[in-house]
T-cell receptor, first 116, second 114 residues
Framework: QKEVEQNSGPLSVPEGAIASLNCTYS??????FFWYRQYSGKSPELIMSIYSNGDKEDGRFTAQLNKASQYVSLLIRDSQPSDSATYLC????????????????FGTGTQLKVEL | DTAVSQTPKYLVTQMGNDKSIKCEQN?????MYWYKQDSKKFLKIMFSYNNKELIINETVPNRFSPKSPDKAHLNLHINSLELGDSAVYFC?????????????FGPGTRLTVT
């Protein structure tokens, strides 16, 4: 079982619709969760972080976390063509025994296409 | 006001050569990372330094040697380059505080070994 799983897509949605991106993770000790957006040829850009169960909203983006189900999702409302990118789910495990820092494990990403 | 910067952006070299990539961050973070993104776009951590101390060393050939002269800089030296080293290498940085884990990435260095 992969540590962080995402559907590779492509996920196609019409402009103005809600895009729903999903991610599951295997390590129950995971403590924080992130969504990154990566345009082709560019670096990953952090768009959302979530640390506790429930929903977190930021503009058109909502992250949802359910630790019991080991599931995290990202909703993008009013999708725009500029949202077309690969969305990477990342899960953090604090390395307590090694003096700090954290290890992010990434999923393989979901390609989102927003069509006019 | 670049946050995380890397040089060079592109690196084309022949097998067997030695090359270095440099990274600098001005975010005041105490932890820096090197990631490799392969042709299938999978992003995987290689190394992490916290306050100049190596804290993550994933299964990476010992031809790769990171060095952190201070907490704002992290370099990656690669000896005897191989074709399989071709990838995009990203530097990232973060705080190590419990609630400030967000990692910010540099623009990447595209390494092509011929």
């Amino acid at each position: 079982q992969k540590e962080v799983e995402q559907n590779s897509g492509p996920l196609s949605v019409p402009e103005g619709a809600i895009a729903s991106l999903n991610c599951t993770y295997s390590d129950r000790g995971s403590q924080s969760f992130f969504w990154y957006r990566q345009y082709s040829g560019k670096s990953p850009e952090l768009i959302m972080s979530i640390y506790s169960n429930g929903d977190k909203e930021d503009g058109r983006f909502t992250a949802q976390l359910n630790k019991a189900s080991q599931y995290v999702s990202l909703l993008i409302r009013d999708s725009q063509p500029s949202d077309s990118a690969t969305y990477l789910c990342a899960v953090n495990l604090l390395l307590i025994l090694t003096g700090g820092g954290n290890k992010l494990t990434f999923g393989t990403g979901t390609q989102l296409k927003v069509e006019l | 006001d670049t946050a995380v910067s890397q040089t060079p952006k592109y690196l084309v070299t022949q097998m067997g050569n030695d090359k270095s990539i440099k990274c600098e961050q001005n975010l005041g973070h105490d932890t820096m990372y090197w990631y490799k993104q392969d042709s299938k776009k999978f992003l995987k951590i290689m190394f992490s330094y916290n306050n100049k101390e190596l804290i993550i060393n994933e299964t990476v050939p010992n031809r790769f040697s990171p060095k952190s002269p201070d907490k704002a800089h992290l370099n990656l030296h690669i000896n005897s380059l191989e074709l399989g080293d071709s990838a995009v290498y990203f530097c990232a940085s973060s705080h190590s505080d419990q609630y400030q884990y967000e990692q910010y990435f540099g623009p990447g260095t595209r390494l092509t070994v011929t």
